[in-house]
C-alpha cells in the first residue's frame, strides 16, 4: 500500500479519510466539555514532521482544513476529490466503490468531488468546537453557514428525508444522490439541528425518525446502511448496502435519537445491537441481513449446516472492531451507571418517540447464555462467496464505466427500483 500512496516499508501516510478531520476537532471539544477544562490544549506533542506543537494547534489546524476544504466546494459543503488516481473513490466510513450508487445503480463517477451527507454533521461540530476551543465566534459563523447549504441542497421534500450525497453527472453537473441511506440519520448525532426553529427541527428530525425507524431501516441486528428500496441497487450484497447493519452506525443513530429526545427507540436499537453481538460472541465490522430482516450471526458457516444460503458479497466481515467494542461498552456503562438525565424533549418529539415506538417489533436484552445460544443456533446457514461479490462489483463499475466514457447521465441501468 505505501507503494501505491506513499511512504516506505517502514511506514506509510495517507489521506484518504475525509472525516477523520472533523471528528478529531470534536472529539477534543467533547472531551474538554466533559472533563470542565481546556488545560489539553496547552499539551505538547511531536507531529509528524518532528516539529512540537501544541494540541490547541492541532485543532486549529484541523479546523483550517475542513473550513479551506468546504470553502473551495461550489456547494459550500464539505466533499472530496480523489487527487491520487490508486486512492479510493469514496473517501468517508462509506468507502466501497459502489457505497454512493443512485437507485438505478449509477455510481457516483470518481473523477468528480462528491460529499457525502454524514460527514457534513462533523462538519458542522468541527466548527462549533472550534469556536469554543479557540476562543472565535467566527467559527459559529462557519457552522450556520455550512448548515444552511447542506438543508438547502440535501433535503428531499418529497421524500421528507436527505440525500445520501452530492456528486456530478457525466456532464459535471452537480446533483443528488437519491437513494436512502442511514447515514442521513447520522446527522441526528450533530448539532447540525439545534439552533433551528422547533418548526424546521420538526421538518427535518421528524422525517429522518420517522424513516429509520420504519420498516425498511429496522431489522432485528440494527439498522440498514441502505433502505430496503434500494436492495437491487447494486445487484449482490454490497459492502455496505440495503443487507448490511453495522454496528457503529446503529449506535450513532442511537446516540442521536437520544440527543433529540427519543429515548425509546433509541433503546430499541441499541438491545438489538448488544444481542446480535453477544450471540455472535464476537464484536464484528458489521452483520448481513435478509429481506425480513434475519441476521447471519455466521456469515462463514463455522457450524457446517447444511444448504447454506449464498452471499454474493466483497467481504466477510471482520471480528474484533473497536468501534463496535466501543458502541458496546458506551451502552453497557450507561445502563449500569446512573445516566446524565436526557433532554427534554419538545412536545412533537415526544409524540413520535411514543409513536415510532409503538409499531417497531419490540426487542428486549437478552441476559441468559441460554436464551443467547438458542438466537445463534436458529439464525439461518450463511457463507459469503467473496469470488461472487466481485464479479458483480466489477460488473456494475464496468457499466458505469461505459455511461462516464459516454457522458450520457441519467441512463437508467434497469437494475434498482
Request: hydrophobic share 40%; charged share 25%.
Amino acid at each position: 500500500l505505501a507503494q501505491r500512496w506513499g511512504g516506505d516499508s517502514q511506514r506509510m501516510t495517507y489521506y484518504g479519510s475525509m472525516d477523520a478531520t472533523p471528528l478529531f476537532v470534536r472529539v477534543v471539544a467533547a472531551y474538554c466539555a466533559r472533563m470542565d477544562s481546556t488545560a489539553i490544549l496547552d499539551e505538547r506533542l511531536i507531529n509528524k514532521d518532528g516539529i512540537s506543537i501544541s494540541v490547541r494547534d492541532s485543532v486549529r489546524a484541523a479546523a483550517d482544513w475542513v473550513a479551506r476544504t468546504v470553502e473551495r466546494s461550489p456547494h459550500g459543503v464539505l466533499e472530496h476529490h480523489r487527487r491520487n488516481p490508486d486512492g479510493i473513490e469514496n473517501q468517508s466510513w462509506r468507502d466501497s466503490k459502489v457505497s454512493l450508487v443512485h437507485p438505478d445503480g449509477e455510481l457516483a463517477p470518481p473523477s468528480a468531488p462528491r460529499a457525502p451527507i454524514e460527514v457534513q454533521g462533523l462538519a458542522y461540530d468541527a466548527f462549533c468546537g472550534a469556536a469554543t476551543l479557540l476562543d472565535d465566534p467566527t467559527w459559529h459563523d462557519k457552522a450556520l453557514d455550512l448548515r444552511d447549504a447542506v438543508l438547502r441542497q440535501y433535503w428531499m421534500p418529497n421524500e421528507k428525508f436527505f440525500a445520501s450525497a452530492l456528486d456530478r453527472d457525466p456532464d459535471g453537473r452537480s446533483r443528488q444522490v437519491r437513494t436512502i441511506s442511514a447515514a442521513a440519520a447520522e446527522l441526528l448525532d450533530s448539532g447540525i439541528f439545534d439552533e433551528l426553529t422547533p418548526a424546521a427541527r420538526h421538518r427535518y428530525v421528524g422525517g429522518l425518525v420517522t424513516r429509520i425507524s420504519g420498516a425498511e431501516f429496522v431489522t432485528e441486528a440494527g439498522v440498514r446502511t441502505l433502505s430496503q428500496r434500494h436492495t437491487d441497487a447494486t445487484g449482490y450484497w454490497s459492502y455496505q448496502g440495503s443487507n448490511t447493519v453495522w454496528h457503529k452506525q446503529t449506535f450513532d443513530i442511537a446516540h442521536g435519537l437520544r440527543r433529540q429526545g427519543m429515548p425509546r427507540i433509541a433503546e430499541q436499537l441499541e438491545n438489538r445491537l448488544l444481542n446480535v453481538c453477544n450471540a455472535m460472541g464476537e464484536h464484528s465490522e458489521y452483520i448481513y441481513v435478509d429481506k425480513a430482516g434475519t441476521a447471519s450471526l455466521d456469515p462463514r458457516n463455522t457450524r457446517a449446516l447444511a444448504s447454506p444460503l449464498v452471499i454474493a458479497a466483497t467481504n466477510v466481515p471482520d471480528a474484533g472492531q473497536t468501534w463496535t467494542v466501543s458502541a458496546a461498552l458506551a451502552i453497557k456503562r450507561r445502563r449500569g451507571t446512573p445516566p446524565a438525565p436526557d433532554v427534554k424533549p419538545e412536545v412533537w418529539a415526544r409524540q413520535l418517540d411514543v409513536t415510532c415506538f409503538n409499531r417497531m417489533p419490540r426487542i428486549a436484552v437478552i441476559t441468559s447464555r441460554a436464551a443467547l445460544a438458542a438466537l445463534y443456533a436458529a439464525a439461518p446457514a450463511t457463507i459469503v462467496d467473496t469470488t461472487l461479490g466481485k464479479e458483480a462489483e466489477r460488473a456494475i463499475v464496468a457499466r458505469n464505466q461505459i455511461l462516464w466514457n459516454r457522458g450520457d447521465g441519467g441512463t437508467n441501468f434497469g437494475i434498482g427500483a
